[in-house]
Every structure is written in structure tokens, then in C-alpha cells.
T-cell receptor
Framework: AQSVTQLGSHVSVSEGALVLLRCNYSSSVPPYLFWYVQYPNQGLQLLLKYTSAATLVKGINGFEAEFKKSETSFHLTKPSAHMSDAAEYFCAVSSAFSGGYNKLIFGAGTRLAVHP | EAGVTQFPSHSVIEKGQTVTLRCDPISGHDNLYWYRRVMGKEIKFLLHFVKESKQDESGMPNNRFLAERTGGTYSTLKVQPAELEDSGVYFC???????????????FGPGTRLTVL
């Protein structure tokens, strides 16, 4: 069984401040991990993914995440927030055994607000 | 290249009525997924097609939901009869065949917001 917990349904940061969105997972099999972002009135867009290669994964728009097996975490960070980063962010897990081509299990999402 | 498209973007229906949602995946994508997000909850998997075959339908809530994928191209999700708890946003996603490295990306459509009154 797999599950994802995102700590904090709402996170607010100042423009230029560090962004840290937390994600912890549970998986009985080796996981693939993903971060998706949803901007208003748009579909989910992949930010980055971990597929058992490098544990520090760099994504688009300056985001990165580190896979920590001992902590079962995959937190998303960005050194300096921009106003355009305001969106909802989803962490998701799937099974590595099928090459990731099966269902994604999502966390409940974290809405990020960026204020001037 | 066009992304995943979904129709309609919004649908408001009365309890007991029927609604059909459509998803057009990215051309050439064999894998097609349906997900649903009920307000305030997480996005949940409904089912997965590989071409026209149902690979995994473990997330379908009950037999009021019927999904089809004609000829391995577009897919429809019919809810009949609709109940209040079916309200939510229905997302469709598609992906290519697995590359050697695995962990392929699912490309999501903008969703259909369904409201059942």
C-alpha cells in the first residue's frame, strides 16, 4: 500500500523567501515520487520526479526536491519565491515495479501564497 | 503539439441525471488515466486504460460509473444516475509507453468540474 501526507494545506511566504513544501510518503515497494503544480484554471504540470537515480532532483522554475529514504520524505524547495509561484502543489507516489506507469497516489495538496 | 483536452470544462446537473465527460489524450499516448478530486480532498485515481483495454479500474467508486475508450483514442466517463457525492473535478491524464528508465510523466488535462444539485 502507498500513501502521501503533505504537511500544511496552506503555506504563505514573502516574495524572495525560501519555499519549503513538505511531503512524506509511505510505500511497501520502492517508490517513484513526483511533485505537480496546478495554476488556476489549468491542469496539473509536472515540476520534478524521483525515479531511483539521483536523490537530489532538480525541476522546472528553480524547484528541487531531495529523496530521503530514512525519513520517507520528498520535500520541495525553492531558494527564492516569486509571485508567479502562487499555485497549488501536489506530491504523488507510484510504484517503481511497473516503471511508474500505474496510478499516482496524491497528497491532499498545499496551496502556496506569495505576498510582496 | 496539443495537450490533453477535456470537455466540458463545467457541468451542472440534477441528481439522477446522466452526464458524460470526454477526454482526448495527447496523440500517440497509449496510457490514459482518470482521476477525481472531491472538494477539499486529495486527487484520487479512478482507472487506467492501455489503448482500449482497462488495465486497472480499482478506483471506480461503483457501477454508476462507466468508462470507455473507443479505438484506443479518446475516452468517455459516464455517470448514471448522478448523485450529490459525485460532485468534484474529474481529471484525465495520458502518458507514452514506458521508456527504459521508467517513471514516465503523466500529462494532465484541465479537468471537468461537475456539480450535482
Amino acid at each position: 500500500a502507498q500513501s502521501v501526507t503533505q504537511l500544511g494545506s496552506h503555506v504563505s511566504v514573502s516574495e524572495g523567501a525560501l519555499v519549503l513544501l513538505r511531503c512524506n510518503y509511505s510505500s511497501s515497494v520502492p517508490p517513484y515520487l513526483f511533485w505537480y503544480v496546478q495554476y488556476p484554471n489549468q491542469g496539473l504540470q509536472l515540476l520534478l520526479k524521483y525515479t531511483s537515480a539521483a536523490t537530489l532532483v532538480k525541476g522546472i522554475n528553480g524547484f528541487e526536491a531531495e529523496f530521503k529514504k530514512s525519513e520517507t520524505s520528498f520535500h520541495l524547495t525553492k531558494p527564492s519565491a516569486h509571485m508567479s509561484d502562487a499555485a497549488e502543489y501536489f506530491c504523488a507516489v507510484s510504484s517503481a515495479f511497473s516503471g511508474g506507469y500505474n496510478k499516482l497516489i496524491f497528497g491532499a495538496g498545499t496551496r502556496l501564497a506569495v505576498h510582496p | 503539439e496539443a495537450g490533453v483536452t477535456q470537455f466540458p470544462s463545467h457541468s451542472v446537473i440534477e441528481k439522477g441525471q446522466t452526464v458524460t465527460l470526454r477526454c482526448d489524450p495527447i496523440s500517440g499516448h497509449d496510457n490514459l488515466y482518470w482521476y477525481r478530486r472531491v472538494m477539499g480532498k486529495e486527487i484520487k485515481f479512478l482507472l487506467h486504460f492501455v489503448k482500449e483495454s482497462k488495465q486497472d479500474e480499482s478506483g471506480m467508486p461503483n457501477n454508476r460509473f462507466l468508462a470507455e475508450r473507443t479505438g484506443g483514442t479518446y475516452s468517455t466517463l459516464k455517470v448514471q444516475p448522478a448523485e450529490l457525492e459525485d460532485s468534484g473535478v474529474y481529471f484525465c491524464a495520458s502518458s507514452q509507453k514506458p521508456p527504459k528508465a521508467g517513471g514516465g510523466e503523466q500529462f494532465f488535462g484541465p479537468g471537468t468540474r461537475l456539480t450535482v444539485l
